[in-house]
């Protein structure tokens, strides 16, 4: 499942293969952003990551990442600054990694540590990102705790595009009883974006290796746990939130 963030990821939320519940609905709605985000290139913004663009009425009720760019420009500017040779291995070998530059987005950092100041403004409620999901528990730090006018969360420095192959997009699609859209030509698709200050992969939110290894029929993406790569997981994630 493609949280991480995403919760992060992306945030945080991570993680992802709830993708073409969001399709449906979206769809219909951007049909005229998604063809010209089909337009060529080795990257294509995939419809699970549409909610993390405020075009896209889904990021009202988003608790990551958000763009002000529209997916056109954004997708453009990618492919520009695209380069095979700076792909970075993910937790899987159909997900890959690219980190670029943040001078092109407003896009703020969404993940704080914990402090014995702040850790009173933690909150934690049960969520799925869609109705075939299990909830979870999950915890945050709601944004207007944190911030203030006067104290805004940073630019993020960089971002980290989380990728997923086409051959596994469409294995997944098929999973989930999709039909695989002969249109979708690059051979790489966003499914998540992560606001960072660093240029490299924060670790994933344990929830969603968890997720992930539910299988693609329950939202995941079927990748067994790997207890070094949770036990990380866990070390980031017992000192720091994302914020939602």
């Not at 913004?45 to 549409?50: A, L, N, R």
Request: include cysteine; glycine fraction near 4%.
């Amino acid at each position: 499942m493609r949280s991480f963030l995403l919760l992060a990821f992306t945030s945080v939320r991570s993680p992802l293969t709830a993708r073409q519940r969001l399709f449906t609905d979206i769809s219909l709605r951007m049909s005229s952003s998604s063809s010209t985000t089909n337009a060529e290139g080795s990257l294509l913004i995939d419809p699970f990551c549409y909610r993390q663009f405020s075009e896209n009425e889904a990021s009202h009720t988003y608790g990551g990442s958000v763009f002000s760019n529209s997916m056109e420009s954004f997708t453009e500017v990618v492919n520009q600054r695209y380069d095979e040779s700076n792909l970075k291995e993910g937790y899987a070998p159909f997900c890959k990694h690219i980190f670029l530059l943040n001078d092109f987005t407003d896009a703020r950092v969404n993940v704080l540590p914990i402090t014995p100041e702040n850790e009173h403004c933690l909150r934690t409620k049960y969520e799925a990102r869609n109705e075939k999901e299990l909830p979870v528990l999950a915890r945050h730090f709601p944004q207007e705790l944190v911030t203030s006018a006067d104290k805004p969360l940073p630019v993020a420095k960089y971002l980290d595009l989380i990728l997923y192959s086409r051959e596994q997009i469409n294995k997944e699609n098929a999973a989930m009883n999709k039909g695989k859209d002969t249109s979708l030509t690059a051979p790489w698709g966003i499914i998540s974006i992560k606001a960072q200050d660093v240029d490299y992969e924060l670790p994933m939110n344990p929830i969603t290796i968890l997720r992930n290894a539910l299988g693609k029929e329950e939202g995941g993406s079927g990748i067994p746990i790997d207890r070094e790569a949770y036990m990380a997981a866990y070390n980031y994630w017992k000192d720091n939130a994302s914020i939602s």
